[in-house]
């Protein structure tokens, strides 16, 4: 990877201003029959120029959304859209300010399980989603049909939820997918009516949770603490070992090192040639144990930037409309770390609000001995992308709460 950590004349720090929110589910103005509330499990910009944001949600359910808008929903007096003002925004950063709210273009279904993955292709005319179907689907984004679905226990296809989804080959003529089957898979989208797939991948001991690829290479990310580099064009396979659960790959754009991220709130840079780690990212604040959360570049490839895995113990209301936690959020925190010297540069609240549940006290059941009823609150921000594959001014986060925020400068 080039160091690109020095900064350009004219080229701004990390984005840390909220600039628009994609409700999705929770939008007021979607027709009853999407209003199906859930967790955002993938985010993709569209290819370049990266105008449009595609989502993937708990609910079943695929959304297009443009980000730019004229129109505020915030309480405070903002005449203009944070997005395409050049002037930075004050409300936006104070505690309680709401963005304004992109536009839903259009919605996708046809899935009947929750959409865990999105890859938009290159050429912005198709993208294939998949999930909980133990499938994966080819769609048309204009028409909003299916074109293609890949696979089914009988035609070859995954035994399981399908993880991961990526184009790849040339002119995206591949789909590769990777599940909890333990298996990567390769599909032939030009080849007409053959959903089977051409190659299977299946050196895995556990699940699959990521895969990338670069050229007539295939890298996955396994559960088994594993990352397999497979060479197409020679027929071979390299594996590096990780201590925990690989959980999120990001290929910086030469291909020469590669974001790992596994279940021991570490993230680490990997030099690809010969396998040594080029630097390791954490926080004492910052936890990534139990939960899938992806990782990228962004600011051309100056900043790591992950979401994370909060938990905290509230007093039970009815009302549920006690105040947030004291820096802002209530819907989590994104983090961001210099490539070059390993230092957090910005840890930022994501507005929203989290999920909650009650939990055991210390007497094992739902109330402690002798304290009052509680309730544990958990934020994930699970999924994360960024403009212009890391070289936009713009990115966007989505997890636990069902709302999408983007983020600008």
Excluded at 80 to 92: H, Q, V
Excluded at 249 to 261: F, I, N, P, Q, W
């Amino acid at each position: 990877m080039k160091d690109t950590n020095t900064k350009k004349k004219g080229q701004s720090s990390f984005p840390q201003r909220p600039v628009a929110q994609l409700l999705g589910s929770n939008a007021n103005n979607v027709p009853n029959h999407q209003l199906l509330s859930g967790p955002i499990h993938a985010v993709s910009y569209s290819a370049s120029p990266s105008s449009y944001i595609l989502t993937g949600s708990a609910d079943r359910c695929i959304r297009l959304y443009n980000p730019n808008t004229t129109t505020t929903t915030s309480n405070t007096a903002e005449p203009s859209s944070y997005i395409t003002s050049s002037s930075s925004s004050p409300a936006a950063s104070q505690k309680g300010a709401i963005p304004p709210s992109g536009r839903l273009i259009q919605s996708y279904t046809g899935h009947g399980y929750q959409v865990l993955s999105l890859s938009i292709a290159s050429d912005n005319a198709t993208f294939a989603s998949s999930g909980g179907d133990r499938a994966v689907y080819l769609w048309d984004v204009t028409t909003a049909q299916t074109l293609r679905r890949f696979g089914a226990s009988a035609n070859g296809g995954h035994s399981g939820r399908v993880n991961y989804v990526t184009f790849g080959g040339v002119g995206d003529s591949l789909v590769i997918s990777g599940g909890i089957d333990t298996s990567v898979r390769i599909w032939d989208v030009k080849a007409g009516n053959n959903n089977k797939p051409i190659q299977v991948l299946d050196d895995a001991k556990d699940a699959i949770s990521s895969v990338v690829v670069t050229g007539e290479e295939i890298i996955a990310g396994s559960v088994d603490g594993r990352v397999r580099s497979y060479d197409l064009r020679m027929g071979r396979c390299v594996t590096d070992v990780f201590a925990n659960s690989v959980t999120s790959l990001c290929l910086a754009r030469d291909g020469e090192s590669l974001l790992v991220g596994s279940l021991e709130s570490k993230l680490r840079l990997m030099d690809r040639r010969d396998g040594t780690c080029l630097r390791v990212f954490g926080h004492e604040g910052w936890r990534n144990e139990e939960f899938r959360v992806q990782s990228c570049f962004g600011g051309g490839e100056r900043f790591v930037v992950a979401g994370g895995e909060e938990e905290s113990l509230e007093e039970y209301d009815d009302d549920d409309d006690d105040d947030d936690d004291d820096d802002g959020g209530g819907g989590g925190k994104v983090w961001a770390w210099d490539l070059v010297t390993g230092q957090l540069v910005a840890k930022i609240p994501v507005p929203g609000r989290a999920s909650t549940r009650k939990t055991a006290g210390r007497g094992g059941g739902i109330y402690g001995a002798g304290s009052e009823e509680r309730k544990k609150r958990t934020t994930v921000i699970s999924s994360i992308a960024w403009k212009e594959d890391g070289y936009g001014n713009q990115f966007c986060v989505g997890g636990t709460s069902g709302v999408v925020t983007v983020y600008g400068e």
